[in-house]
């Protein structure tokens, strides 16, 4: 028997309509890594926020370190010792990455001061542990996503915490920033902490966790050793079904050409030149870094093009904003939808249509009436779970969230989709639902850029795939001659063995 630091049982939680837990449970063990594991909308995050103290439960106990608790906010549960990373970033842009970790526990002389020096020196270390190069009085607005993904797991590390709650923490990381976390994840079970690692990613549960809990529909469906379950039964437990391919790719002929990019240039983008065919999806492969996303705001009018040509069925485009880039048939999904895609204070219909009201206006005036079919075709197509269209997106699973992005930008009946990251932090049955969705949309001659870092699913999902670094297109392979080790030694600069 492993010694069990937390203790969560029979958990029951409902909203009004909705019953989003009903007798949840899960375990933590010392030294040990338990995955929470479930689709979205299983009930991961919110037992998570019930035992942090962010909602209070209807029935169920939790017990921590041998007695029961009933934490009142998440201040007192980091105050015991449990410290959480949380899927999306909660730093403030204008602070240092120092003043972020150590917000509102700043380090003091002893005459009152904030000890500025002392402060960065221990921010230092805790980026040193991560092997994080960059200094620790860099403004978080000049961090990339990934970067500030990293600044919240060395704020969580700074306390000194017995269970740690990762949620989704290598979405955004490269391969060499995931490989550090789990050296530091190796590091923190030596220390006997507990660790709940959640993510869709599985081949990271079979590398890192001891153990897995699978919730689905907000229940309790089992409690496995990683080492006794293989991918395709955890997948089964997760979604209640076998999924028979993980990338349903559709063979099809290209069409004619669409889009010919010629020696672009912008910010991060140096001389850049592809072509891209009707109804192909071209996979954009690379590592962090690389120039991937700029290139993509380039094309679409969100960040300047300094040199080069862009050509859409033969017609020179200038792209000067994005509202240019949706007038010329692109659109953009960011990788960051609720930074870029979506205003979470909004409804599920208010954001689905907000960039394509001229579809719905007539004399001045909107035709509520459309509009309103339109979102609830989407919502059934893309099998959003919602109680409705009306529903304030922000309460919304995260993998809806990107469902209705997708279908945001395909309401204004685009030429070129350009999908940046399109499933971070969607679970393996809603993955399945975007790809087919892809497909459809491929069929039916949608043009698709898709930058991913994850390379399984582009070299699954695409018909041709580029590979760029330094802000350039350093390789490109057909979808027969890809691998996995190709990509990785075109992303570095090096020659694949």
């Not at 009004?16 to 899960?26: E, Q, R």
């Not at 990455?97 to 020096?117: C, H, K, M, Q, S």
């Not at 961090?143 to 590390?157: D, R, S």
């Not at 204004?412 to 993955?431: F, M, S, Y």
Request: hydrophobic content about 40%; overall charge negative.
């Amino acid at each position: 028997m492993h010694n069990e630091l937390l203790k969560i049982s029979a958990i029951d939680k409902s909203f009004p309509g909705v019953k989003a837990l009903s007798n949840a449970c899960l375990s933590v063990y010392a030294g040990r890594v338990m995955a929470l594991m479930g689709e979205n909308g299983a009930g991961k995050s919110t037992l998570m926020k019930v035992l942090t103290g962010i909602y209070s439960k209807d029935a169920g106990s939790i017990e921590y370190l041998g007695r029961e608790v009933c934490f009142k906010n998440p201040k007192h549960s980091q105050e015991a010792g449990i410290s959480i990373i949380h899927q999306e970033l909660n730093l403030v842009g204008n602070l240092t990455i120092a003043e972020n970790i150590f917000l509102g526990r700043e380090f003091r002389t002893p005459w009152g001061a904030v000890d500025w020096r002392k402060m960065k020196a221990e921010a230092d270390k805790l980026l040193a542990r991560l092997n994080i190069k960059y200094a620790s009085d860099r403004l978080c607005s000049e961090l990339a996503i990934g970067e500030q993904q990293m600044v919240e797991i060395a704020k969580a590390l700074s306390f000194d915490a017995k269970v740690i709650i990762m949620d989704e923490p290598t979405d955004a990381l490269t391969d060499t920033e995931t490989a550090a976390l789990f050296k530091i994840i190796r590091e923190l079970k030596a220390q006997n902490c507990g660790i709940v690692y959640i993510s869709h990613r599985l081949k990271e549960i079979f590398e890192i966790c001891d153990d897995v809990t699978v919730l689905r529909d907000g229940q309790f469906i089992g409690e496995r050793q990683v080492s006794e379950i293989n991918e395709d039964q955890l997948i089964e437990m997760m979604v209640g079904r076998c999924l028979e391919e993980q990338y349903p790719h559709l063979e099809q002929a290209p069409g004619e050409l669409l889009l010919e990019v010629e020696n672009v240039c912008g910010p991060g983008v140096d001389k850049v030149s592809f072509k891209l065919h009707k109804g192909e999806i071209l996979g954009i492969s690379g590592l962090m870094g690389a120039g991937r996303t700029e290139l993509m705001k380039v094309l679409y009018g969100a960040l300047p093009k300094t040199a080069g040509v862009i050509r859409l069925n033969g017609r020179t485009l200038d792209n000067r904003c994005p509202q240019d880039g949706l007038n010329s048939g692109i659109v953009y999904i960011s990788e960051d939808r609720k930074g870029d895609g979506l205003i979470l204070g909004m409804s599920v219909k208010e954001n689905m249509s907000l960039t394509s009201l001229e579809y719905f206006s007539k004399g001045g005036s909107l035709r509520h009436q459309a509009e309103q079919m339109a979102v609830d075709d989407f919502i059934l197509m893309f099998n959003i779970k919602t109680p409705g269209r009306d529903q304030q997106i922000g309460l919304l699973s995260g993998g809806n969230q990107q469902k209705v992005a997708i279908a945001k930008g395909l309401m204004t009946r685009p030429n070129v989709l350009i999908l940046d990251e399109p499933t971070r932090g969607v679970d393996v049955g809603a993955k399945k639902e975007i790809y087919q969705l892809i497909n459809e949309f491929k069929k039916d001659g949608l043009s698709i850029l898709m930058v991913s870092s994850d390379m399984p699913e582009v070299l699954g999902m695409s018909d041709r795939i580029l590979v760029m670094g330094g802000g350039q297109i350093r390789a490109e392979f057909s979808r027969a001659e890809a691998t996995q080790e190709k990509l990785l030694a075109a992303a570095i600069g090096k020659s694949a063995v």
